[in-house]
């Protein structure tokens, strides 16, 4: 049946479908580095996937054409069944900051700002007022146990409170969609299962969720786990 597909048992709306999906790069005019190739994707709505495979083998830059961050070069994708390949640049970053929320490697905080400020900017374009940005971000970070480090800048915590800051960045919208691009490779086993445990909650509440990673422990939990081996889905 076109557009569904099952995962644990149900059957699931397709959230995202990648048709034939190429990225190439030219360096120095010459010479093309293929970093993705003919990518064929359907990933259900409310499922976890995991990427992984060698360095170099194509996982961010695919991870950042699904996030919307980059374009493709050949091939669609479609979200929520629409073709966002034709989208102008507005309308992604809309979709971007309404649908999706990230997490990266190096946490990408903002230096100065505190940690709830860190967390709420993405609502500033919204308007939302300074007193609920604070209280969202507050219920935020309580949630990923930092209560107690609201006003902490980035320099003054771990790396792993770090990346809990992070997701509650990510969470801050009340995302549809996580892409994480290796999540847990700058920080400690312990504070990598709070991670997975969080992720695993927010498939609970419906997210949708794509890791980069290299973490056998989440491939034992994903509904599908993707090998790429250079450019293509092995
Ligand atoms: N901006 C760029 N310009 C040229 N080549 C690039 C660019 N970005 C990525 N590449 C190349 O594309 C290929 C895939 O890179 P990508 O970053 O997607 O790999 P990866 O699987 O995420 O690797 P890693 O596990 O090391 O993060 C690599 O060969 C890389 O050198
Ligand atoms: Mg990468």
Redesign the pocket.
């Known amino acids: 049946m076109e557009g569904v597909n099952r995962v644990a048992g149900c059957i699931n709306e397709i959230m995202i479908k990648t048709e034939g999906l190429c990225k190439s ?1 030219h ?1 120095h005019t010459r010479h093309e ?1 293929r ?2 190739q003919d990518i064929n994707l359907h990933i259900p709505k409310n499922s976890f996937v995991v990427l992984s ?11 950042n054409i699904i996030g919307t961050l980059d374009r493709p070069t050949n091939g669609k994708i479609f979200t929520y069944g629409e073709d966002i390949t034709s989208f102008s640049d507005i309308a992604l970053s809309r979709l971007r900051r309404e649908k999706i929320g990230f997490i990266f490697q190096y946490f990408h905080l903002i230096p100065r700002l505190s940690s709830w400020e860190n967390v709420s900017y993405p609502l500033i374009p919204s308007g939302t007022s300074l007193k609920n940005r604070l209280e969202m971000a507050k219920v935020l970070l309580e949630k990923v146990g930092l209560g107690d480090r609201l006003d902490h800048t980035p320099e003054e915590l771990s790396g792993g409170q770090q990346q809990r800051v992070a997701i509650a960045r990510a969470l801050v919208n009340n995302p549809e969609i996580i892409i994480a ?2 999540p847990t490779s700058n920080i400690d086993d312990e504070t990598s299962k709070d991670v997975l445990a969080l992720l695993q909650e927010l498939k609970t509440s419906g997210v949708t969720i794509i890791v ?1 990673t290299h973490d056998t422990c989440f491939e034992k939990i994903a509904d599908v786990v993707y090998k ?1 081996k250079n ?1 293509r889905i092995a």
């Open positions: 790069y360096c580095v970093a993705i495979g060698p360095s170099g083998s194509g996982k961010t830059t695919l991870l691009d290796e980069v790429m450019g």
